[in-house]
Nanobody, 120 residues
Framework: QVQLVESGGALVQAGGSLRLSCAASGSTFSIGAMRWYRQAPGKQRELVASISSTRSTNYADSVKGRFTISRDNAKNTVYLQMNSLKPEDTAVYYC??????????????WGQGTQVTVSS
């Protein structure tokens, strides 16, 4: 069984910074792409950033230049550094990862989410 546990969400003022973490545990033979999504009230879940196993990254246009995704493979952890936060960044942030618990078999797992609230 694989678990993803996020941490780091908080209430912060506009212009501030937060660093989210998501650690994978359990039967993690290998971890492929890791991603951060967010869902604001009344809106669909959207992809914020992704990082491949080779550390290739992609970002939503709304966060480019402000957010940075990174990973520590030794710790099975993905991070999201969020700078210059805006009220519209307020959402529940979820991590997502493609995890193999054995060779050639991969499944996608989700964390439980962490709340980020940006006050104006």
């Amino acid at each position: 069984q694989v678990q993803l546990v996020e941490s780091g969400g908080a209430l912060v003022q506009a212009g501030g910074s937060l660093r989210l973490s998501c650690a994978a545990s359990g039967s993690t033979f290998s971890i492929g792409a890791m991603r951060w999504y967010r869902q604001a009230p009344g809106k669909q879940r959207e992809l914020v950033a992704s990082i491949s196993s080779t550390r290739s990254t992609n970002y939503a246009d709304s966060v480019k230049g402000r957010f940075t995704i990174s990973r520590d493979n030794a710790k099975n952890t993905v991070y999201l550094q969020m700078n210059s936060l805006k009220p519209e960044d307020t959402a529940v942030y979820y991590c997502n990862a493609d995890v193999s618990d054995r060779p050639l078999i991969s499944s996608t797992y989700w964390g439980q989410g962490t709340q980020v609230t940006v006050s104006s």
